[in-house]
T-cell receptor
Framework: QKEVEQNSGPLSVPEGAIASLNCTYS??????FFWYRQYSGKSPELIMS????GDKEDGRFTAQLNKASQYVSLLIRDSQPSDSATYLC??????????FGDGTTLTVKP | DTAVSQTPKYLVTQMGNDKSIKCEQN?????MYWYKQDSKKFLKIMFS???????INETVPNRFSPKSPDKAHLNLHINSLELGDSAVYFC?????????????FGSGTQLSVL
């Protein structure tokens, strides 16, 4: 079993729709959860972090965490073509090592 | 004013050669990393240094040797390059380790071994 798993994608949504990206993790001791966005040919960029159960909103982005289910998600509302990228879920335990999922590639069609 | 810069951006070389990648960060962070991203976009940590001290050394062939002359610099030297070493190598830095480890990545070095 992979330590961090993401829905394999690719995911395609029409412009203006909600994109839902999912991630599960295996280490129950995980403390911190991050979403990075990576445009093609570019480096990953941190867009959201979440540490406690529930929702965290930042503009059009909402991160959701459920530690009991070992599940974290990212919702993108009013998706734009500029949101088209690969989204990487990262999980960190106290040891300070971020473990990444394989990424989900999102395409937002105009 | 680039936060994390690494050079070169592209590296094309023959099997068996030795090459180095350099990384510098001007964010004042104490922790620096090397990550490897394969063709399927999987990002895997290789090494981590905290204030010049090696703290994470994943299962990486000993042909890969990191060096941190000071906390703002972390270089990666690779001996006897193999075809399987072809990937994008990212340097990253973080202000904190542990649960608040937010990573800032350099632009990456695309290594192609022929």
């Amino acid at each position: 079993q992979k330590e961090v798993e993401q829905n394999s994608g690719p995911l395609s949504v029409p412009e203006g729709a909600i994109a839902s990206l999912n991630c599960t993790y295996s280490d129950r001791g995980s403390q911190s959860f991050f979403w990075y966005r990576q445009y093609s040919g570019k480096s990953p960029e941190l867009i959201m972090s979440i540490y406690s159960n529930g929702d965290k909103e930042d503009g059009r982005f909402t991160a959701q965490l459920n530690k009991a289910s070992q599940y974290v998600s990212l919702l993108i509302r009013d998706s734009q073509p500029s949101d088209s990228a690969t989204y990487l879920c990262a999980v960190t335990a106290n040891a300070g090592k971020s473990t990444f999922g394989d990424g989900t590639t999102l395409t937002v069609k105009p | 004013d680039t936060a994390v810069s690494q050079t070169p951006k592209y590296l094309v070389t023959q099997m068996g050669n030795d090459k180095s990648i350099k990384c510098e960060q001007n964010l004042g962070h104490d922790t620096m990393y090397w990550y490897k991203q394969d063709s399927k976009k999987f990002l895997k940590i290789m090494f981590s240094y905290n204030n010049k001290e090696l703290i994470i050394n994943e299962t990486v062939p000993n042909r890969f040797s990191p060096k941190s002359p000071d906390k703002a610099h972390l270089n990666l030297h690779i001996n006897s390059l193999e075809l399987g070493d072809s990937a994008v190598y990212f340097c990253a830095s973080s202000q904190y380790r542990g649960e608040n480890e937010k990573l800032f990545f350099g632009s990456g070095t695309q290594l192609s071994v022929l």
